[in-house]
């Protein structure tokens, strides 16, 4: 959907956080931000008109009007921008809603077995099961809170990461660069192995909270945010 609404290339810099230059936004999310900015009363009318009013669909064909042409062009894109914002955040509200149910659950679940928040760091069929009365899951918990522990306290991960991509490492290094990370780079640009694939038994909702950041800060991308 992202691609197909502002392109590739301005689509991967949106979701690895670059910008054009320092303090620069994206030009071609000018007409989105700039509503934004007229809500809050920024800029007037005035000014968004001259900056984007010559934005839309059809830019290219010139047989097509321009939406300044349209006396009512702005009030439609205020208003609809509203409803789009008002509609984002029930559906935003409702979803973690979602996560609070699942957290009682869990909570209800370790006071009933005395375990306490040794649960969280369980899978949904582990703690079923110990609900059931198998403690045998437990035994994982000490090595997966201090799995846990040991990522939580990792600082951000770059931007970019390019290659096997070794946290632990990457943060003892006192060189390390923020911005990007590129394991080929002593390769000439060439992966110098391929990475094991990402354990098909560890589902995304199914994991261990110790176990996450495990998988996923560790497995191969080009580009990943932060984690």
């Not at 920024?42 to 669909?57: F, Q």
């Not at 609809?80 to 979803?95: C, G």
């Not at 009365?133 to 522990?149: F, H, I, M």
């Amino acid at each position: 959907m992202l691609n197909r609404l502002v392109g590739a290339d301005d689509a991967s810099a949106l979701m690895t956080g670059l910008r054009e230059a320092a303090g620069a936004e994206l030009v071609s999310l000018g007409p989105v931000l700039g509503l934004a900015q007229l809500r809050r009363g920024e800029i007037d009318r005035d000014s968004y008109v001259r900056a984007w009013g010559h934005r839309c669909p059809d830019e290219f064909e010139i047989s097509a009007p321009r939406p300044v042409e349209d006396p009512d062009w702005l009030d439609r894109q205020l208003d609809r921008a509203a409803a789009r914002a008002r509609t984002r955040e029930r559906a935003r509200s409702e979803f973690a809603r979602g996560f609070w149910v699942l957290r009682a659950f869990v909570v209800r679940a370790g006071e009933l077995t005395g375990r306490g928040d040794d649960l969280f760091l369980l899978s949904i069929d582990e703690i079923l099961a110990v609900l059931g009365g198998d403690e045998a899951p437990l035994a994982s918990v000490p090595s997966r809170r201090a799995r846990y522990e040991r990522y939580r306290a990792l600082p951000p991960y770059p931007t970019l990461i390019r290659g096997r991509f070794d946290p632990q490492r990457w943060a003892a290094d006192p060189h390390r660069r923020t911005d990007r990370y590129d394991a080929t780079a002593a390769h000439g640009g060439r992966w110098p192995r391929r990475s094991p694939a990402f354990p098909a038994r560890w589902a995304w909702s199914r994991a261990p909270p110790g176990w996450c950041p495990q998988w996923m800060r560790r497995r191969r991308c080009r580009r990943a945010r932060s984690w």
